[in-house]
């Protein structure tokens, strides 16, 4: 006698029992009768609580899924919104640099900042244009507010620019409306001091300081920034002038170069 026979005969009894519950259960739920149905109604909803804790799970499973995907969304958007404002502050100051070139009958070279700090002995910048974009040395180099630095060396395609916060740097310069002429140098962060001005100058706070006549390599008129403060030192006959520089040095991304004449 085979295995399944003996299993069979010894649980004969069981399976017969399975096969009529079996049997029982299809034909109450596949049976139209009325008194059949008003059973597994109340079949149903007396045996419903054991349903409660599958669909509390089935909710919290849904919750974490669409909490998920509201976190997925909200990422995107919070990107979406940075993107826009960035694009926003370049979008400004595009349209300053626009606007400053319209206004000046130079003619300017725009260039982008590749790296800060070139030189470790002065506060330098590298930018992305060189000889074969018409840059000389000893170029003058502005932001769309005003004097920022000069040309100190030029490659074929790259050229280095010293900055007005370097502390060899000096300019010669004009103080507005009294034609008042002295030498900027740099003091900390964007403020500047002017000094051999004569002590008999009339200078206010606010008068503007521009390029004067006799720099060397500066177009004369060019904007450098504004009168902050002016004192005399008691063992002087000049006066001292500190200004503050129209361009935010910390912030410089665009600049322009003045093409010298061939």
């Known amino acids: 006698m085979s295995k399944s026979d003996l299993f069979i005969k010894k649980n004969l009894d069981g399976l017969v029992l399975f096969i009529c519950i079996l049997i029982s259960i299809t034909l109450i739920f596949s049976n139209n009768n009325v008194k059949v149905q008003t059973f597994r109604s109340s079949t149903l909803?007396?045996?419903s609580f054991l349903y409660q804790p599958f669909d509390w799970l089935?909710?919290?499973?849904?919750?974490k899924r669409k909490l998920e995907?509201?976190?997925?969304?909200?990422?995107?958007?919070?990107l979406e919104n940075e993107i826009l404002a960035l694009s926003e502050i370049e979008n400004k100051r595009l349209r300053e640099l626009l606007k400053f070139k319209a206004r000046n009958e130079l003619d300017l070279i725009g260039?982008?900042?590749?790296s800060k700090g070139i030189n470790s002995n002065m506060s330098s910048v590298l930018l992305d244009r060189g000889e074969v974009d018409g840059i000389r040395?000893?170029?003058a180099v502005l932001s769309s507010r005003g004097v920022v630095g000069k040309v100190i060396f030029v490659s074929k395609n790259h050229s280095g620019v010293q900055l007005v916060s370097d502390v060899d740097f000096r300019l010669s310069v004009k103080i507005l409306p009294s034609e008042t002429?002295?030498?900027?140098?740099?003091?900390k962060e964007d403020f500047c001091e002017v000094v051999e001005v004569q002590a008999t100058s009339d200078i206010e706070i606010g008068d503007i300081v521009l390029t004067s006549n006799l720099s060397t390599y500066f177009p004369p008129n060019l904007p450098v920034g504004e009168v902050v403060?002016?004192?005399?030192?008691?063992n002087s006959s000049n006066k001292i002038i500190r200004m503050k520089l129209f361009s935010n040095l910390s912030t410089l991304n665009q600049l322009f170069i003045v093409k010298g004449k061939d």
């Open 137 to 139: 040395q000893n170029s």
């Open 58 to 63: 089935d909710d919290q499973l849904f919750l």
């Open 69 to 78: 995907v509201l976190s997925y969304e909200n990422l995107k958007l919070n």
């Open 111 to 114: 260039a982008d900042i590749l």
């Open 45 to 47: 909803e007396f045996f």
């Open 229 to 234: 403060s002016v004192y005399k030192k008691s």
């Open 181 to 187: 002429e002295g030498i900027m140098r740099w003091i």
